[in-house]
């Protein structure tokens, strides 16, 4: 089980570097949405892999998840909710303030039409 | 406390000169000297302790941690300095009033000047020296601003910026000297480094210590070869000359070897460098002295000469040289403040500072030339005068000196040459002024200042004489106490008198003044002083070429890092992280641990095939951004699968919510942009990248496998005994996140808040025309708004928003809370604006969205200041347990108030991002 | 409870499973399976939702059985689902349409939609 | 015997499962892929409901019921951005 979550967050993580690098603003803030999934996952199972034992307190419970790490990642996600947000808007601005999606704000290959 | 009020009076009453240059000059001239006589005078209430040999302790705890505390002491030496910066500080501000012309902005003046003045007060009565290195950095902040006040003036900006330069770069070999220092002897209070002798000059670290503390002092100090700041910083206003660059700032490197005399003297490191230094720099700078024919010019070589002696004295390590040292010190700053103060008033008057068209002022102002012919007396070392009581106790000492061995004549031999060049050039600041001749087409006729204005220089000479002329009943108590607690021990015998009998350095002292009279008739005469120009220093010119060669070095390795692609800063980021994260992986070795991996499930092995193949996907149909997005919506729903799996209800639900909300976001801004990525990355870049990415992802999954593998250690026991007893809910998680950590939770509301109300400012007004057709080249449905959808989310509205009430209301004991059902919330709502646009929901839902984060925020804000009212600290959380007629037993924490305003701020940060967003299409194309 | 009717409570509960996993299943093969998108939609959209269906109930019955919970939790979801299992099908085949993806017959929907 | 059946059953929705992926690999369209979507998260509420009865615990109706929504609205989003571009207008 454990090998199926550390491969899974590897896949995460390289998918999100690899569209992070690419050079228009969409893939970009995609890759940022893997990444952080990634991210989230890796901190989470910080607090190792515990099946059907929530961090409710129950009486006669005989044990419960790692709340800590949940409760990290639980902002976590809703923060980088917020920077997903925040970087489409940057996105869109600077489409039609520079005229094109390209990181660098500079069209290598000629302008393209903004409808 | 009187200690630190004598600090924070001009620290904190800087701002009132600025205030009070609104009712004129006056004013604000007053204000500043209010600030300044007010700790004088608490300064001065002081003298009967400190002269009594007290020594008056402050301190209050600031960093303990990095051993940083506020803790000031009051002795003799911080006495002195003190009252040479408060008293000539007061004198200057006098002086000021009257040289700042109409057009300079006198309120800015002041300013600068107390803030500078409460740095300096905070040098010399700090007690700790990590405290002291603050205040020394303040001083050259507020140096730089002082000498670059005309900021018009291109050479006071080079000046200031040289400046800021040589004396910030020393400050930073001042700071690695005292972390070492504090290092050797375990604490940075100085009564406990001043205890520390044997240990410091014992230790390994001691010679590297002392350079760098040396260095400080040095370039502070103007010494050789870090002197050419000085001359340059000329281009000041020469109040600010007479202040800083005679009396209080670069004695501030002097100060430094007193404070520190008792525990870093005596070495043979120290007498080398130091005296080394400060004979080299005596000589040296009195010669260059001569020839400058700027009037500032030669005092400022003069007052490096000067603090050349002064460094000279304390590397002799004797006692006595020490007391000569703070004498001079002393007499110094007396003689040289009203030189300069003089030199102002001749360049005000006149309107010009060169000496070779000086000539002949004395028939147009009698009454500063005496003045001016006192203090250069003094200067030179004339008996009758101040100046000459320190030079002969520092000839004497040069005499006494056993260190050198056969050399011994070089020391008493450098001391007369340096004497003869100062009797020249002090006759020269007179004679080629007042005499010789007649004026050379000065801009203005010269004539006597304003009244006000001589008087401090008045005050100042008639100081150096009544010190000249009876230093037993003036100076000797204070010099007692200052050199006292240099020595930090029994004081030596001396004679503070006049005279003492037909001695060896008497006749030093007819040879310097015989000699110097000559040197200088002989160069006005003889060789033309007048036409003798100087090269620039070399230092300046180490300076310049260091500073070009930095600037050449930093273009290089800039222009190699930084190509304007963002791309490639990126790839650079990725891979120096890499290379971090390797050498742990490296020393770790095996990487499985001990734990053995648990069972994998059937339904696990699906899921994680279906993660890893969309998050493929997502890379492989990038290009195809609406596609893309299809399995970045996969890849979501099975990463909050992971969370439901693994025993974390609450993740999973806030994951699943983000994950929609987010598609929404990303389709609202697909909307805006391409629908397709060209193919632009170079096959090797692709590869490049790719390399990058597996090596990211193996690297991640490794240290995933090696933690996994290893047992835990967990400090969350604490959070799950604690959470019902403790925070009365027991959904601990959520306890956490209103209760045990509430204010980063209320730090991530006001995050939100600020993203939201980012991209609110961001994109707010933008508008587009909407493209008539589709990617297609088809057009759009007509149907905007299918009835079925319309009718289907009126339904499912209510069951929404009684979903969202209840996962708040609950969420304090099972799965939910303020996050959840704020996204909840907004889901809901939203779904009416996509059902029926924007126009017909904002007819029925007016929410103010920006209101509503400002009344969140402030909800969750007064719930922690609530807490303030019973005694406890902020966010204290508190529950009862209340009984409700359907909901059953119901513990009602403040916390929950506090998710309360947890919910409305994501609420209306979620709508105000969407809305924000949706609105820019929103125009139909005519 | 008796251990008879614990019993037939359990074998009601596995066959609605087994029921629903079979609808649910069903409904995925077609997805699957089926020949063009219009014949695929039925798939999901009517198996599947019943095959949720099914286990709802089994779980309602499993929990309620058990007397811990009155399972209104379970009849929302299956509310949900009804309300909109619908609606969603429509849209997908309003998009479709659209697109005008291709039908099995091979030819396009040539017919004005309701998109022109 | 329920857990045979809960067992059957799991397999039954993780092939289901399988399928759905099958569909979004091959496409051909994109409503092929945004129904295999959407049946993916009713599948997903299934296997949650399956878990709740395995783990004996009441704790995922919250997120089936999440899913519930949220795959309908995923859905309805993607739709109406193939037919009318702007989502919200």
């Known amino acids: 089980m454990e090998l199926l979550v550390a491969s899974a967050i590897g896949v995460l993580v390289a998918c999100g570097v690899y569209l992070l690098l690419r050079g228009r603003t969409f893939p970009v803030v995609l890759g940022l949405t893997l990444l952080s999934y990634g991210v989230n996952v890796f901190i989470f199972v910080m607090g190792r892999l515990q099946s059907g034992a929530p961090p409710i307190i129950k009486p006669g419970a005989a044990g419960y998840a790692d709340p800590l790490p949940q409760a990290l990642v639980l902002t976590a996600i809703v923060i980088g909710f917020g920077m997903t947000a925040f970087v489409l808007a940057l996105a869109v601005k600077a489409r039609f303030a520079l005229g094109n999606d390209h990181v660098d704000g500079v069209e290598r290959s000629g302008p393209e039409r903004v409808p | ?268 490191a120290w007498f080398y460098l130091v005296s080394g230094t400060g004979l080299v720099t005596l000589v040296f700078a009195a010669y260059v002295a001569m020839f400058k024919h700027d009037l500032k010019g030669l005092l400022a070589y003069s007052t490096i000469s000067h603090l050349g002696l002064i460094m000279l004295l304390f590397g002799l390590s004797t006692p006595l040289a020490a007391v000569a040292g703070v004498f001079h010190i002393i007499n110094h700053a007396t003689f040289k403040a009203s030189l300069f103060m003089a030199a102002g008033i001749i360049d005000h008057e006149s309107g010009s500072r060169d000496m070779r068209r000086l000539n002949g002022l004395w028939k147009y102002m009698p009454h500063t030339a005496t003045l001016a012919m006192v203090a250069a007396a003094s200067m030179a070392g004339v008996p009758l005068f101040n100046g000459f009581l320190s030079k002969e106790m520092f000839f004497t000492e040069a005499l006494e000196l056993h260190q050198t061995g056969t050399l011994w004549w070089i020391v008493p031999a450098a001391a007369t040459l340096a004497g003869v060049f100062a009797v020249a050039y002090s006759l020269r600041f007179i004679h080629d002024v007042f005499f010789n001749g007649e004026p050379v087409d000065l801009p203005r006729t010269p004539h006597e200042p304003p009244r006000w204005m001589k008087v401090p220089v008045e005050i100042l000479v008639v100081l150096c004489l009544l010190v000249g002329i009876f230093p037993a009943y003036t100076v000797a108590p204070l010099l007692n106490v200052a050199a006292g607690s240099v020595l930090g021990g029994p004081l030596p015998e001396f004679d503070l008198a006049i005279w003492h009998g037909f001695t060896f350095p008497l006749l030093m002292s007819v040879v310097a003044l015989s000699g110097g009279v000559l040197v200088y008739f002989a160069l ?179 240290l995933v496998w090696a933690v996994l593998t290893r047992p835990q250690d967990t400090i969350s026991g604490f959070f799950l005994e604690q959470s019902v007893p403790g925070g009365g809910g027991s959904n601990v998680v959520n306890v956490i996140l209103v209760d045990f950590r509430g204010f980063d939770t209320f730090g991530e509301i006001i995050v939100l808040a600020i993203a939201a109300l980012g991209i609110y400012a961001m994109i707010g007004g933008l508008r587009v025309e909407r493209p008539a057709l589709d990617p297609a080249r088809r057009p759009w449905a007509a149907d905007s708004h299918p009835l079925l959808l319309r009718v289907a989310s009126r339904i499912l509205l209510p069951l929404a928003l009684m979903v969202s009430v209840y996962l708040l209301l609950r969420g304090h004991n099972e799965p939910g809370g303020g996050f959840i059902a704020g996204l909840v919330t907004a889901v809901a709502l939203i779904t009416q604006y996509l059902a029926s646009g924007i126009a017909w929901t904002e007819a029925r839902l007016r929410l103010d969205h920006q209101r509503m984060i400002g009344i969140g925020v402030l909800i969750a804000a007064l719930t922690g200041v609530a807490s303030w009212f019973f005694g406890a600290p902020f966010l204290t959380s508190a529950f009862a347990h209340w009984h409700l007629p359907v909901l059953g037993e119901l513990p009602l924490a403040s916390a929950m108030i506090f998710d309360l305003g947890v919910y409305l701020t994501v609420v209306a940060t979620t709508m105000l991002m969407l809305v924000t967003l949706g609105k820019i299409g929103a125009r139909e194309e005519v | 409870m008796s251990a008879m009717s614990a019993m037939l409570l359990e074998i009601l509960v596995s066959l609605f499973l087994l029921a629903s996993a079979f609808f649910t299943l069903a409904g995925s093969i077609g997805l699957a399976r089926l020949p063009d998108f219009y014949t695929r939609l039925h798939g999901p959209t009517k198996a599947t939702t019943l095959g949720v269906g099914g286990m709802l109930v089994a779980s309602v019955l499993y929990f309620s059985a058990r007397g811990e919970w009155l399972s209104l939790n379970e009849l929302l979801i299956t509310m949900f689902l009804f309300i909109t299992a619908p609606i969603s099908a429509y849209l997908l085949a309003q998009a479709a349409l659209h697109l005008r993806v291709r039908d099995v017959s091979g030819g396009a929907d040539k017919s004005k939609h309701p998109g022109q | 015997m329920l857990a045979a059946a809960i067992t059957i059953a799991l397999a039954a929705i993780s092939l289901a499962m399988l399928l759905n992926l099958w569909r979004l690999l091959c496409g051909p369209d994109l409503p092929d892929r945004i129904l295999a979507l959407d049946t993916l998260y009713i599948n997903t509420i299934a296997l949650l409901v399956l878990l709740g009865i395995h783990f004996d615990s009441l704790v995922y109706f919250e997120v089936s019921l999440l899913i519930a929504m949220m795959g309908f609205i995923g859905t309805v989003v993607f739709s109406k951005y193939v037919l009318r571009g702007d989502v919200i207008e």
């Open chain 2, 524 to 702: 006005q005469y003889r060789f033309n002083l007048h036409m003798i120009v100087q090269s620039p220093s070399p230092g300046r010119r180490f300076y310049n070429r260091g500073l070009a060669w930095l600037t050449g070095l930093s273009e290089i390795v800039t222009g190699g890092l930084q190509n304007g692609s963002l791309q490639r800063y990126l790839a650079l980021l990725v891979t120096v992280i890499l290379l971090a994260g390797a050498f742990p992986f490296w020393q770790l070795g095996w990487y499985s641990g001990s734990r053995s991996p648990g069972m994998m499930d059937g339904g696990s092995g699906v899921a994680w095939l279906l993660l890893v193949v969309s998050a493929a996907c997502t890379v492989i149909w990038h290009r195809q951004r609406l596609l893309a997005l299809v399995f970045v919506g996969v890849t979501g729903l099975m990463v909050s699968l992971i969370f439901v799996r693994f025993s974390a209800p609450d993740l999973a639900l806030t994951q699943i919510l983000v994950e929609v909300v987010s598609i929404i976001l990303l389709l609202l801004a697909l909307y805006l942009l391409p629908q397709t990525t060209p193919r632009e990355s170079s096959v090797t870049r692709r590869m490049r990248d790719a390399g990058l990415a597996v090596a990211a992802g193996l690297g991640a999954a490794g």
């Open chain 2, 1 to 268: 406390m009187t200690l630190l009020l004598i600090i924070l009076f001009p620290l904190l009453g800087a701002a009132l000169p600025a205030v009070a240059v609104r009712w004129g000059r006056n004013a604000s001239a007053g204000a500043a000297a209010g600030v300044t006589a007010i700790p004088l005078a608490l300064l001065l209430f002081e003298t009967p302790r400190v002269l009594a040999g007290g020594t008056i302790e402050a301190g209050w705890r600031w960093v303990p941690a990095i051993g940083l505390d506020l803790t000031f002491r009051l002795d003799g030496l911080g006495f002195l300095f003190a009252l040479l910066i408060l008293g000539i500080g007061l004198l200057v501000i006098l002086y000021a009033r009257y040289y700042l012309s109409q057009r300079d902005p006198v309120g800015r003046f002041y300013v600068f000047l107390l803030l500078f003045m409460g740095a300096m007060l905070g040098i010399v009565l700090s007690d700790n020296l990590l405290l002291l290195l603050v205040f020394w950095e303040l001083t050259s902040l507020s140096s730089f601003l002082l000498i670059g006040y005309w900021k018009h003036h291109a050479d006071a900006r080079q000046g200031a910026r040289m400046a800021l330069a040589i004396t910030g770069g020393g400050g930073l070999a001042l700071l690695a000297g005292v972390l070492l220092l504090g290092h050797i002897v375990g604490s940075f209070e100085l009564p406990v480094v001043l205890r520390s002798r044997e240990l410091i000059q014992g230790s390994p670290l001691y010679l590297p210590m002392l350079t760098l503390i040396l260095l400080g002092a040095f370039t502070k100090s103007a010494q050789f070869p870090f002197h050419f700041w000085l001359p340059h910083a000329m281009s000041a206003p020469t109040p600010v000359s007479a202040y800083l660059h005679s009396a209080t700032m670069v004695k501030a490197g002097v100060f430094l070897l007193a404070r520190l005399y008792p525990v870093l003297s005596g070495s043979d």
